[in-house]
């Protein structure tokens, strides 16, 4: 499985975003879907997850009410649509897939596949 994440940008605050994780390879529906974040001199940390079966989701405390997660099984894309974004949403957000995953916070190391980041900036 190979991931391209696209979308990032730079918006004002309050601003919203969409990034796209589309991913190759004909299994990703076994695959739960993840969307992390780093900001310079910050830990890479989860912000969002859909399970493998789409029924079950992730938000971290920070994002939550602002951020939703979805996937299209059929274009095997994963998307973050990202609400009322506030200059502490700056990071570089990365998307990552873990066979029939654990919806929420699991060791870097436990991902299978990562796609490269895109660069989301919200200035205030």
């Known amino acids: 499985v190979q991931l391209q994440a696209s979308g990032g940008g730079l918006v004002q605050a309050g601003g919203s975003l969409r990034l796209s994780c589309a991913a190759s390879?004909?299994?990703?529906?076994?695959?739960?879907m993840y969307w992390l974040r780093q900001a310079p001199g910050k830990e890479r940390e989860v912000v969002a997850c859909?399970?493998?079966?789409?029924?079950?989701?992730y938000f971290a405390d920070s994002v939550k009410g602002r951020f939703t997660i979805s996937r299209d099984n059929a274009k095997n894309t994963v998307y973050l649509q990202m609400n009322s974004l506030k200059p502490e949403d700056t990071a570089v957000y990365y998307c990552?897939?873990?066979?029939?995953?654990?919806?929420?916070?699991?060791?870097?190391?436990?991902?299978?596949?990562w796609g490269q980041g895109t660069q989301v900036t919200v200035s205030s």
């Open positions: 990552a897939a873990k066979f029939r995953g654990l919806v929420g916070r699991i060791p870097l190391r436990e991902y299978d596949y």
């Open positions: 390879g004909r299994t990703f529906s076994s695959y739960s």
């Open positions: 859909i399970s493998w079966s789409g029924v079950n989701t």
